[in-house]
């Protein structure tokens, strides 16, 4: 059984398109979080909910929205897509905090961009 | 502003030796550090942490060092095996719930 798992795997779209990606997770967590890596392979955090709470707001674009329906989903949409929105995106997640319990991965979702 | 870093973007190392992972960071209020594998195509795998009030932690094959007058730690595996071929990330958290991340070390491990 997958422990945290993202859909889709794969997304291709073009510029100005809007997009969502999902991501659940079965290891009873409340904790949740969105990683961005980008070309350079960096791992940077985006966002985070606790108990579908927003703990963590990076300084991130607002066409990036983060929505928690439960402490087991944390899904990210995202508005008029742009080149440098092309990356893979994490999904993570972690039992209290995350300092301390490590965090679990999804296998990613690449997107890109056209 | 990377404040972890991973100097070495890759290491070769034949099967059977050892291979050491460095990692230096600048945050003085870095209280917990990680690492982290990853294989092509998956997320990356938690792999072995230590807490800043320890020098230095073990897993069977993996033993973390830290050195916190130096803010830097380092990654040991022995022996290496061809399974260990990986990206290595080290992570890094001041005792919440962000954690800043390095850029990775690609090991390959030579039969």
């Known amino acids: 059984d997958t422990a945290v798992s993202q859909t889709p795997k794969y997304l291709v779209t073009q510029m100005g398109n809007d997009k969502s990606i999902k991501c659940e997770q079965n290891l009873g967590h409340d904790t949740m979080y969105w990683y961005k890596q980008d070309s350079k392979k960096f791992l940077k955090i985006m966002f985070s909910?606790?108990?579908?709470?927003?703990?963590i707001n990076e300084t991130v674009p607002n066409r990036f929205s983060p929505k928690s329906p439960d402490k087991a989903h944390l899904n990210l949409h995202i508005n008029s897509l742009e080149l440098g929105d092309s990356a893979v995106y994490f999904c993570a997640s972690s039992q209290g905090s995350g300092g301390f319990q490590p965090q679990h991965f999804g296998d990613g979702t690449r997107l890109s961009i056209l | 502003d990377q404040q972890v870093k991973q100097n070495s973007p890759s290491l070769s190392v034949q099967e059977g030796r050892i291979s050491i992972l460095n990692c230096d960071y600048t945050n003085s209020m870095f209280d917990y550090f990680l690492w982290y594998k990853k294989y092509p195509a998956e997320g990356p795998t938690f792999l072995i942490s230590?807490?800043?009030?320890?020098d230095k932690n073990e897993d069977g094959r993996f033993t973390v060092f830290l050195n916190k007058s130096a803010k830097h730690l380092s990654l040991h595996i022995v022996p290496s095996q061809p399974g260990d071929s990986a990206v290595y990330f080290c992570a890094a958290s001041e005792g919440d719930y962000k954690l800043s991340f390095g850029a990775g070390t690609t090991v390959t491990v030579r039969a």
């Open positions: 909910y606790n108990n579908k709470e927003l703990i």
């Open positions: 230590i807490s800043s009030i320890k």
